[in-house]
């Protein structure tokens, strides 16, 4: 069979079009550097380049003003001795941790509930996100107020002894205040997320379930947990790093104390800054970047591994 070839100028034309198509395909509307240059350059002064700024000065003795000089690992070295920094550590960990698995159980519980059929499920839902919209200082105020006000007295009318003391004022309970509030503020961005997943889930494999004989509580363990086990990791990992930061909850609640039974890294990050240790608590905070850039990781890794 004879074939036919193309003149050499429509084989030009197909070659210069293309190399016109090629080109179109992968040339970038000025808009988008309009967009995007300012939004880097923002970014940038707002958080690598102070965060660069930082980690230098923390090899430095600068407090703040003034002039400064190298002083190398000094500052690093220091704060690994340093028990008021060792016990802020110890209890910002404990405190996400507990934290955590506190505010994922009681979400996911009360996100089965609010799907379920039950009466003004609306109303409850929206009841429960109030908290994520009030200020984390403004809830702490009030809840210092009902801890060391409304409680005691409270305790006192119904003749209750362990209740006629405020618990942020005992060291070794105010933890629990902390913690009781953060999970209230924290619990409806988690409850709004498992409430997501567990729409998601297809209805048809509660029906099989049903018709297997398997009960409730066998279809949440072995039906519904593992198909939202992806939302479980989002929760998780945005949760624990959220609470290593605990700042301002902790600062109008308790303050750090009693003593500093409730100091955060943050507010220790955070008051040095204010108080001429600007070159140690850089070095602080660098350490605790790194500390939560690696658990984060780590986190991330087991918990994909799990979901895969």
Known sequence: MATTSLPASAKIDQKVDHATLHHTR???APVFWWMTIPTLII?????????VVG???S??????VGDWKFIGLQNYIAMF???QIRSSYFFTVGFALVTVVLVNVASFLLAIGLIS???AKVVLRTIFVIPM???????AYVFQFLFSNSLPALGNTLGIGWLKESIITNPSLAWLAVVFVTAWQSMPGTLLIYIAGLTAVPGDVYEAADIDGATKFQQTIRITLPLVFSYVVINTILGFKGYLNAYDIIVGLTNGGPGTSTMSVAMNIVGGLTNGDYAYQMAN???FFIFTLIVSLLQLSLMRGRND
């Open 55 to 57: 980690i230098f000065y």
């Open 285 to 287: 905070a660098t350490v």
């Open 81 to 83: 001795t340093d028990p």
């Open 133 to 139: 919209v009030i200020s984390g200082i403004v809830i």
């Open 117 to 119: 059929k039950i009466r």
């Open 43 to 51: 970014f940038t002064l707002a958080i690598p380049l102070p965060a």
């Open 59 to 64: 090899f430095t003795n600068f407090i703040g």
């Open 26 to 28: 992968h040339k970038v």
